[in-house]
Antibody, heavy 122, light 107 residues
Framework: QVQLVESGGGVVQPGRSLKLSCAASGFTFNSFAMHWVRQAPGKGLEWVALISFDGSIRYYVDSVKGRFTISRDTSRNTLDLQMNSLRPEDTAMYFC???????????????WGKGTTVTVSS | SSELTQDPAVSVALGQTVRITCQGDSLRSYYASWYQQKPGQAPVLVIYDKNRPSGIPDRFSGSSSGSTTSLTITGAQAEDEADYYCNSRDSSGHHVLFGGGTKLTVL
């Protein structure tokens, strides 16, 4: 079945780095755009970044631009999020999500992982 | 505007109809989708534009008019109690916006 499994979360000090990964299975990974979405404790959903199906387009929310990098590895069917210069306000559950339609980029996310928790604290 | 606005909380009697709304200027240009999230779980797509993904009960429906998009649950069930989020593109088309979420209570 279609599945996304995030990993890589943990506790990290402000200013340090962390890399999240999302393992995809059950669908043609290189045909779909992918997203990272986060949710701070007790708060709502916040879109973080997207990457197009072929990796040629990457967009970021302003608050992470220049600090986070989204990438994909089609050989491993993996989506990554490299997070540098982490701040306390980056503390959240991070979800990866699959775009609904093949070979396009939308705001429709039809499959979500269970998330991985990132805590930025000294 | 680069925001989507939702009422923080809405309640509905069991079996009755409830409409959850989302407002934002970008909705004049881009279609919205709706997500249901229960405590401790990942969000689930329930409506995209006016369509339902497979497996979503037909009591869920979507509509839009101008800068407002709505999720309607006709005959709300106890299991529909959850947080609901709308999303859309922003005015540039490059970013994705989420509304602040609506907590639905089924009485």
């Amino acid at each position: 079945q279609v599945q996304l499994v995030e990993s890589g979360g943990g506790v990290v000090q402000p200013g340090r780095s962390l890399k999240l990964s999302c393992a995809a299975s059950g669908f043609t990974f290189n045909s779909f755009a992918m997203h990272w979405v986060r949710q701070a404790p007790g708060k709502g959903l916040e879109w973080v970044a997207l990457i197009s199906f072929d990796g040629s387009i990457r967009y970021y929310v302003d608050s992470v631009k220049g600090r986070f990098t989204i990438s994909r590895d089609t050989s491993r069917n993996t989506l990554d999020l490299q997070m540098n210069s982490l701040r306390p306000e980056d503390t959240a559950m991070y979800f990866c999500a699959k775009d609904l339609f093949r070979e396009t980029t939308s705001n429709y996310m039809d499959v979500w992982g269970k998330g991985t928790t990132v805590t930025v604290s000294s | 505007s680069s925001e989507l606005t939702q009422d923080p909380a809405v309640s509905v009697a069991l079996g009755q109809t409830v409409r959850i709304t989302c407002q934002g200027d970008s909705l004049r240009s881009y279609y919205a989708s709706w997500y249901q999230q229960k405590p401790g779980q990942a969000p689930v797509l329930v409506i995209y534009d006016k369509n339902r993904p497979s497996g979503i009960p037909d009591r869920f429906s979507g509509s839009s008019s101008g800068s407002t998009t709505s999720l309607t649950i006709t005959g709300a069930q106890a299991e529909d109690e959850a947080d609901y989020y709308c999303n859309s593109r922003d005015s540039s088309g490059h970013h994705v916006l989420f509304g602040g979420g609506t907590k639905l209570t089924v009485l």
